[in-house]
């Protein structure tokens, strides 16, 4: 991908430091709106020659070209309070193991820290909920506002329907603190403007069942989804 991909798939030649740099600040950045000056003043801090934001852009560009990197557009749904929504794309990789080649880690230093392991294990559950919903003909968003109320996945079907998703590595506590986002920004849903969600979900990374809790959120884990 560095040292020739990049370049091939439109003819430009590209410096590939540079390319590793833009793969390394993606990778950090990844499952955030981080903008393109954030992500053009991480790669300028290490380049001895100048560097423009449209130079960043282009490169960016070309990683869409040759599926490595894949935005995830903001969900803008009907809500009761007028909470300005966040409206800028959220960074992920296509795959979650380049991301992870890009900073140079194994498993051992993902078990070692696991919020780092718990952004490409997000990243992980989108490239699969991206998967899924495409065989239904629906499209996934991602939702955030400025009083800090998020919700890492919504998928959404052509016919309007469509679930709201937490991403959880796993754990009581964890599945928890993501049901109980889940049912706060459901409360904030206008429903008599638009439908209301057809279902709750904490996607998680451990067990080997998925489950329905009293409160009707479902916990999933990641492997069930094929069933």
Known sequence: MVKSDISR???VKRNPDRVRRLMCSYARNQGTPASLSTIHKDIAANDADSLQEDTVFSYINALKKIFVVENMAAWNPNLRSRTSIRT?????????????????????????????????????????????????????YHYRDKSGQECDAV??????????????????DLIEEGASALKSFQNKIDTDKMKAPAFLMVLTATG???????D?????PIGCLKD
């Not at 080997?208 to 009293?214: I, L, N």
């Open 155 to 172: 998928i959404h079907l052509r016919n309007g329907s469509y679930g709201l998703i937490e991403i959880k590595l796993g754990g009581d």
């Open 208 to 214: 080997q069942y998925a489950y329905r809790r009293k």
């Open 216 to 220: 009707g959120v479902y916990v999933v």
């Open 88 to 140: 800028s794309d959220t960074r992920y990789y296509v795959d979650p193991s380049i991301g992870i080649a890009s900073l140079g880690l194994g498993p051992g230093d993902l078990m070692s820290d696991l919020k780092t392991f718990g952004l490409f294990f997000e990243t992980l559950c989108v490239r699969d909920l991206r998967v899924f919903a495409d065989a239904l003909d629906g499209k996934i």
């Open 9 to 11: 798939v439109d003819g």
